[in-house]
């Protein structure tokens, strides 16, 4: 038996030879991969940025860019053969790694849609439902994703696919970004991921700039009356009839939006709280582990270090921005009809991020007067524009899917 030759080999097929000798196989992007990885597990876990996700999605990054991990294999969804006849599961379940058998549920849409039956279990549409014109502030707060998917083609020269991919971050809905750009733009799904919420994470920071830029002090100290009570049957009816109404407008987005209202249905109609609870906790957990570590798996060196990513990370906020813009404008216009019964900030939580979004709205009008409580005023556009943000990405399915 040859001990040093086998000795020799181990050493070869080593993940230190790759990374730190063998710079033919890109080590030095590998390190640079496990750096950033390694960055974004530091702002998860000591600054608290979307940790749920932010973590998973981290160590997923770190264990792909880790030499012969054998992990994740990008070969079997992203090449010439995946492209022209679609994905081979059967050929995943073959030769694929351990991430690359959990990556099914990402590009089969099966995690994100898991993920708003949660959401919608943890939704209360109530605030919305008392005031209904809060959905026009959900609806003008999607105003930077269409900003961004035009800049991303005419400016950087995106196709429309990735485009559509890119401008869905100005929704602030992590799940429907992945939930799109697994089908459009599969390439770019690490990078769209790990853009979308780190911006979610940074709203106390983003909005309160935007939000006293475009308010007068005077339209910040607007007190708004309490919204009515809603009935129970009411907040029954309207998942369903939303379900209704929306699939069959645009029937792509059954899966994301059906779920999202599945979800709420178990919340309210008081019959089966043993799977609402289900949903809000044990589902919710799992499918966020699952998912975290799949999406961060994508973000590859060859996928992520590139100009491209720069890009998607700049119109990412851009997205952002003109979403939370187009939110309090609207709010502004609905103000001066109101006669001043509506503070226009509250049209900032328009963006998808329940209930992060509304949080800082009601923290600002609290920064101009104490006994300001916009919180459930902020959570009516809030929930608004989870709908709004699925919509839209039914919308973009319909168009390049």
Not at 64 to 76: C, D, I, K, M, R
Not at 212 to 234: C, G, H
Not at 251 to 279: H, I, Q, W, Y
Request: net charge neutral.
């Amino acid at each position: 038996m040859d001990i040093l030759g086998s000795l020799v080999g181990l050493w070869d097929e080593s993940g230190f030879y790759n990374l730190f000798i063998n710079f033919t196989t890109s080590g030095w992007q590998n390190i640079v991969m496990i750096i950033v990885a390694c960055l974004l597990l530091f702002l998860g876990i000591a600054k608290r940025f979307e940790p749920l996700l932010l973590v998973g999605i981290a160590f997923g990054m770190l264990l792909t860019n880790l030499p012969n991990s054998g992990v994740y294999t990008p070969e079997l969804w992203i090449s010439e053969a995946a492209t022209a006849n679609g994905v081979d599961y059967g050929e995943v379940l073959r030769h694929g790694g351990l991430i690359d058998i959990l990556y099914i549920g990402v590009k089969t849409g099966v995690y994100p849609s898991l993920i708003f039956i949660g959401v919608g279990a943890m939704t209360d549409f109530g605030p919305m439902l008392a005031r209904p014109s809060s959905l026009l502030l959900g609806a003008a707060a999607q105003l930077g994703i269409y900003i961004a998917f035009i800049g991303a083609i005419t400016l950087c020269g995106f196709d429309a696919k990735v485009a559509a991919s890119i401008g869905i971050i100005g929704g602030a809905d992590g799940p429907t970004a992945i939930w799109l750009t697994k089908t459009l733009a599969p390439e770019y799904l690490g990078s769209i991921a790990i853009a979308a919420y780190s911006y979610m994470a940074l709203i106390p920071l983003i909005q309160p700039p935007i939000i006293r830029l475009l308010t007068t002090k005077k339209e910040r100290l607007v007190r708004m009356d309490n919204p009515k009570q809603v009935s129970k049957a009411t907040k029954i009816i309207f998942p369903i009839v939303v379900t209704i109404f929306v699939v069959l407008l645009l029937p792509s987005v059954a899966g994301l939006l059906g779920c999202l209202m599945f979800g709420n249905l178990l919340k309210e109609c008081g019959v089966t709280d043993r799977l609402s609870d289900t949903a809000q906790n044990a589902l919710m957990n799992i499918v966020t582990l699952f998912l975290g570590i799949s999406v961060g798996a994508t973000a590859t060196a060859a996928n992520f270090l590139k100009l491209e990513t720069l890009m998607i990370v700049a119109l990412g906020l851009v997205a952002f921005c003109c979403s939370t813009a187009g939110g309090v404008l609207f709010g502004k216009l609905m103000c001066k009809i109101s006669k001043g019964k509506i503070n226009p900030m509250i049209g900032a939580a328009g963006v998808s991020a329940v209930p992060m979004a509304a949080r800082v709205v009601h923290n600002e009008g609290r920064r101009y007067d104490l006994d300001n409580h916009l919180l459930m005023h902020a959570m009516a556009p809030n929930v608004a524009g989870v709908i709004g943000s699925a919509v839209a990405a039914g919308l973009f399915m319909s168009l390049f899917g």
